[in-house]
């Protein structure tokens, strides 16, 4: 029987498998403008928690700033991490766009940093990502990420990374 097809509803099950995963998933907005208004951020929290509970995982917390968001999931096996990114990003982009939030085209960047937890971090990470607001009024984001790629020890190229404007040279 060809599983691979599976409807995100189903789960493929397997007698004894019990199974607890814990991400950190962290995106940017493209170019990092800042484009999620207070205005309607709430919204779109709501938006991606939908499509993470539809696809069968559960939302632990959600918040961000105006360029970029941090998702903490408790993922169940049955769906690849990079496939539920890829429908969170594209979905809320098309949400976004519809809804006419901003002007022009609304779009993710390319990629994003996926971190792995214990259930004993599960109140400090998503205590993190609830301060995001606050946080950011200390550290850059650039500075926050390759800080969380260094801790992660995650290999990266500076060519890869997310693009960052304080990275460019404008005059």
Do not use: C
């Amino acid at each position: 029987m060809n599983n691979f097809n599976l409807n995100p509803k189903q789960e493929l099950s397997m007698a004894n498998t019990y199974t607890k995963f814990y991400l950190q998933a962290v995106f940017a907005v493209q170019y990092r403008e800042n484009l999620i208004n207070p205005k309607w951020e709430d919204e779109l929290y709501k938006y991606i928690t939908g499509i993470v509970q539809n696809h069968n995982h559960k939302m632990i917390a959600i918040n961000g700033v105006s360029d970029h968001i941090h998702l903490f999931i408790g993922l169940k096996p049955h769906q690849a991490i990079s496939d539920l990114m890829r429908l969170i990003k594209t979905n809320s982009s098309k949400w976004i766009n519809e809804r006419r939030f901003v002007k022009g085209r609304f779009a993710w960047q390319e990629g994003f940093g996926g971190f792995s937890y214990g259930h004993s971090q599960i109140k400090q990470v998503a205590n993190y990502i609830q301060q995001q607001k606050h946080h950011h009024q200390r550290q850059s984001f650039k500075e926050e990420y390759l800080a969380l790629l260094r801790k992660f020890e995650i290999e990266f190229s500076d060519d890869y990374v997310f693009e960052f404007f304080d990275d460019y040279n404008f005059s």
